[in-house]
């Protein structure tokens, strides 16, 4: 069993940045991990994903060049850089790992997720 909880939410003005951690207790090795977000009304989209060793990493277009996906396998880590943000990044972000092996991860192969940690970028 793997616990996933997210830290680093919170309110900010658009331009601005955030960092979200991910912390996980439980075996996490070999894991993939991937960030994820929900808005209201809208469904749960991938933004990044990070395989085990950090060598591969994928990106959504809508993020791409402004956010950053890394993790420390040591404190069982997983983070979200987020740059330049925009209104439209107001979200619930939900941090997620899985043992399965498809690239990138998606909805329905992860295995767990954490409780999500809210954005939200004022204009």
């Known amino acids: 069993q793997v616990q996933l909880v997210e830290s680093g939410g919170g309110l900010v003005q658009a331009g601005g940045s955030l960092r979200l951690s991910c912390t996980a207790s439980g075996r996490t090795t070999s894991t993939y991990a991937g960030w994820f977000r929900q808005a209201p009304g809208k469904e749960r989209d991938l933004l990044a994903a990070?395989?085990?060793?950090?060598?591969?990493?994928w990106y959504s277009g809508s993020v791409k060049g402004r956010f950053t996906i890394s993790r420390d396998n040591a404190k069982k880590t997983v983070y979200l850089q987020m740059n330049s943000l925009k209104p439209e990044d107001t979200a619930v972000y939900y941090c997620?790992?899985?043992?399965?092996?498809?690239?990138?991860?998606?909805?329905?192969?992860?295995?767990?997720w954490g409780k999500g940690t809210l954005v939200t970028v004022s204009s």
């Open positions: 997620a790992v899985t043992f399965q092996t498809g690239w990138p991860p998606r909805n329905y192969t992860i295995d767990y």
């Open positions: 990070i395989n085990w060793s950090g060598s591969y990493t």
